[in-house]
Nanobody, 124 residues
Framework: QLQLVESGGGLVQPGGSLRLSCAAS????????IGWFRQAPGKEREGVSSISSSGGSTNYADSVKGRFTISRDNAKNTVYLQMNSLNPEDTAVYYCAARSTEVAYFDPGEYDYWGQGTQVTVSS
């Protein structure tokens, strides 16, 4: 069964950090571009960051540039999202998604597989 599983979410104070992980099972991520998306209550799902299958190309939404870093370890079949300087506006359910192509951006419709999401709450 092809599956993506996110982990690492939780409650953090403003200014804090979290690292999200996206682990694949049932398939190898080597040939997949990966995107991280988030959805806050009452809002549409938005793209946060993406990384090419090789890891050589990354993209970030303007709202997270300079604060979030995406990376991947194909040997571990896992993609990470390091989130620093978190603020309450970052509160959302975060999803990872895989697209069977070298590069992908922020159109949710382009992606083939999705995880179940992990909650990130930034609050004092």
């Amino acid at each position: 069964q092809l599956q993506l599983v996110e982990s690492g979410g939780g409650l953090v104070q403003p200014g804090g950090s979290l690292r999200l992980s996206c682990a694949a099972s049932g398939f190898t991520l080597d040939y997949y571009a990966i995107g991280w998306f988030r959805q806050a209550p009452g809002k549409e799902r938005e793209g946060v960051s993406s990384i090419s299958s090789s890891g050589g190309s990354t993209n970030y939404a303007d709202s997270v540039k300079g604060r979030f870093t995406i990376s991947r370890d194909n040997a571990k079949n896992t993609v990470y999202l390091q989130m620093n300087s978190l603020n309450p506006e970052d509160t959302a359910v975060y999803y990872c998604a895989a697209r069977s192509t070298e590069v992908a951006y922020f159109d949710p419709g382009e992606y083939d597989y999705w995880g179940q999401g992990t909650q990130v709450t930034v609050s004092s």
